[in-house]
């Protein structure tokens, strides 16, 4: 998929074929802010999860070719301050993890970044070695404010996990379900195994 680099699959009668226009219209907002909701049609209902694209919607009605869709749940523009998204981090809380997953049925750590970022209208890759590559580096925990992203690095230096930062000297991210976690410059605090679970290696300033 171009939107982000991955491949993928899908069971051919689970999917509409689009317009191309109508493809590049979901790339941009608004979406979806409810932790589920529905699109209603014709047919069956359709359940949409958090961060789902509405593109296209008119006095909530969606269209798609020659179907028709009626959204009644709450949205958001894509337009959301730094301080707005560590709130709507939290409605993913407890969203186990899964590996490629980017919603409320399964997330990875770099899943979580990324669409938490769409909703400030910011496209960031996907993987979270290709997301540090990004914005402006900060010295210190100290200097990073709630909504910039921390990275950690495996023994071999690579980058293998992302999280957004909070206020407190804490940080959310995506360790075995969505949680979080106090951060300081070694990294991540488990809270559970009262032990350090990432090492932090640098935090970028995006937004």
């Known amino acids: 998929a ?26 941009e907002g608004p979406y979806t802010s409810d932790i589920f909701n529905m699109v209603l049609s014709d047919e069956d209902p359709i359940v949409l999860p958090l961060g789902a694209s509405l593109s296209g919607m008119n006095d909530f009605k969606i269209r798609f070719g020659d179907k028709k869709f009626f959204y009644e749940g709450q949205i958001e523009e894509g ?27 399964g997330i990875d750590c770099s899943g979580l970044s990324q669409q938490v970022y769409k909703y400030a209208g910011v496209q960031i890759p996907r993987d979270a070695a290709q997301q540090a590559e990004l914005g402006e580096a900060l010295s210190f925990v100290e200097e990073a404010e709630p909504g910039d992203l921390a990275f950690f690095d495996n023994s071999e230096g690579k980058i293998i996990h992302v999280g957004i930062i909070m206020d407190g000297n804490r940080i959310i991210h995506a360790h075995g379900k969505v949680r979080i976690d106090p ?7 488990n809270t559970d195994s009262q032990l350090y679970s990432h090492k932090l290696r640098v935090i970028k300033k995006i937004l």
Do not use: R, V
Not at 183 to 189: H, P, R, V, Y
């Open 2 to 27: 171009d939107y982000d680099g991955y491949e993928g699959w899908a069971d051919k009668k689970q999917f509409l074929e689009l317009s191309e226009s109508d493809y590049e219209n979901l790339k």
């Open 79 to 105: 337009n959301m301050t730094k301080d707005e998204l560590t709130s709507l981090c939290k409605l993913y809380m407890n969203t186990p993890y899964l590996w490629g997953g980017k919603s409320n049925f």
């Open 183 to 189: 951060l300081d410059s070694t990294g991540i605090f």
